[in-house]
Nanobody
Framework: QVQLVESGGGLVQAGGSLRLSCAAS????????MGWFRQAPGKEREFVGG????????YYVDSVKGRFTVSRDNAKKTVYLQMNSLKPEDTAVYYC????????????????????WGQGTQVTVSS
């Protein structure tokens, strides 16, 4: 069982930055690929970015490339989402998720690839 707790959300002006953290309570954190998803009101949950269990591979949705960065610290059992140049359309509840991928370099982008989810943290970007 993996428990995930996100933190770091809040209200920020357009153009600003936030860093989300997701702390995992599991013995073998390094065995899980991690992903960040978001869900805006009235919209489906969408993939934002992910990182392989080795930390060597990342993948992002086109709308955040060059602005968001996913990283992980396996010793701290934490994954991060650094968000820069935020836009009002980035407003959403952000969720982290963990998946047991077979390959150490695989990054999942689909909801069904992740077994464990955090409770989410609200990010609001004002214009």
């Amino acid at each position: 069982q993996v428990q995930l707790v996100e933190s770091g959300g809040g209200l920020v002006q357009a153009g600003g930055s936030l860093r989300l953290s997701c702390a995992a309570s599991v013995r073998t954190f390094s065995m899980y690929g991690m992903g960040w998803f978001r869900q805006a009101p009235g919209k489906e949950r969408e993939f934002v970015g992910g990182i392989s269990r080795s930390g060597g591979s990342t993948y992002y949705v086109d709308s955040v490339k060059g602005r968001f960065t996913v990283s992980r610290d396996n010793a701290k059992k934490t994954v991060y989402l650094q968000m820069n140049s935020l836009k009002p359309e980035d407003t959403a509840v952000y969720y982290c998720a963990a998946g047991g991928f077979y390959s150490a370099e695989q990054v999942g982008s689909k909801i069904v690839e992740y077994e464990y989810w955090g409770q989410g943290t609200q990010v609001t970007v004002s214009s």
